[in-house]
């Protein structure tokens, strides 16, 4: 099988990269805007001629579209969580319309929900912030393509590689300082009220793996989450118990902002369950585990390292 990864270098593509190269027969191919990719593009400006072109060389069974932007102004959003997937669509149509398309989507898409529900694909869609409503764009080119194409509307993924921008990635940051200092500093966060659904990276990635390899139709849309809802102020404590950390954490009062907007999330995960027989296999804490182990001991200890040298 022919797979080409768009956006292969980022936080989810890394991890979806690495699981779709261990399967059986994959001959796998990156596209995006690194020096790394196989291929260079950039869906954000691409013409798309160039992007037939492309397509037309890489002849793929499968793509999956990892590329997005989670911050910088609202045309930037625009440009890559909209345009891209829909220059993606018109340029499978023309070069490859047998290709099966698998597009991560996010749980932003749906904006504020009733506490305590678990929100279906068929729910409504209203996301409060230019992020959500990009995606949300996205996620609507693509299942209105008429390809055979389904978008995973992905919840709060953490693990290995979180990046800064995200409340696990800066967190690990803050506690890797904190634990170097003696005795042990002070972390400070934001407001830890709302609810989250977290899903770890790597069963995202085993999600992709079972939509590209799906051997019948695909729904249009699946939600990727735990399915469960947790405060925020959850994953700070499990990252905390991880890191060791026996300082101080600092929380700020509630203040306008997303949290506040968007106070409950969870994903009602059953039709990805019954249509690819998948369930998260892990936890919040092991998502964490992992984290920590990847992002925060490891470096910590390299900074040791590196004052003793």
Known sequence: ???????????????????LRALPGARL???????????????????????????????????????GAVGGTALTLAEVNSRGPA???????????????????????YGPQPRGARTAEDGPAHPVAPYGATKLAGTLAVTSSGLDAVALRVTNPVGPGAPAAGLP????????????ESPHGTVRV?????????????????????????????PPLLNIGSGRAVPVRDLVHGLVRAAGFRGRVEESLPAAGRSAAVPWQCAD???????????????LDDALAALWAADGATDADACVSADRR
Do not use: K
């Open 269 to 283: 995960i059953g039709a990805a369950d019954r249509e690819l027989g998948w369930r998260p296999r892990h936890d």
């Open 1 to 19: 099988m022919r797979i080409l990864v768009l956006g292969a270098t980022g936080y989810l593509g890394a991890h979806i990269t690495q699981q």
């Open 29 to 67: 191919r990156t596209c995006g805007r690194a020096p790394a990719a196989d291929l260079r593009c950039d869906l954000a400006t691409a013409a798309p001629g160039d992007l037939v072109e492309l397509l037309v060389r890489a002849a793929p069974d499968a793509v999956v579209n990892c590329a």
């Open 190 to 218: 934001g407001d830890l009220s709302a609810f989250r659904d977290f899903v770890y990276v790597r069963d995202v990635a085993r999600a992709v793996e079972l939509a590209v390899t799906a051997p019948g139709p695909v």
């Open 87 to 109: 220059l993606l669509c018109e340029a499978l149509r023309a070069a490859a319309p047998g290709a099966r398309l698998v597009h991560l989507g996010s749980a932003a898409e």
């Open 169 to 180: 990635g800066r967190l690990t940051a803050e506690l890797r300082r904190a634990v170097g």
